[in-house]
């Protein structure tokens, strides 16, 4: 399968594509589960990854923000737990 031409994406694509394609599809993934069967588990899950993507990006709020606009990740959903917004990552 031909992959589509690097221009023909958007700059949200080309941002996802960078953070990693399936570390994305992962915590949309998580968050649509928690939303369908809100348990301890599924939180924990969920948050383990929105924290993970948070450090990545060494929690640049505009990236994130992006991220979060484009995909229905949940960042700013408290109801699974502590929000990542405060934390800070050193290098």
């Known amino acids: 399968m031909r992959k589509p031409h690097s221009r023909a994406l958007d700059p949200v694509d ?33 948050c383990l990854w929105r924290l993970r993507l948070h450090r990545r990006l060494k929690n640049d709020k505009a990236l994130l923000d992006s991220i979060n606009e484009a995909r229905n990740l949940g960042l700013y959903d408290d109801k699974p737990g502590k929000l990542c917004w405060d934390c800070e990552f050193e290098g």
């Open 14 to 46: 080309h941002l996802i594509a960078k953070v990693g394609i399936g570390m994305v599809d992962t915590i949309e993934r998580y968050y649509k589960k928690y939303c369908e069967k809100p348990d301890e588990a599924n939180a924990r899950a969920y």
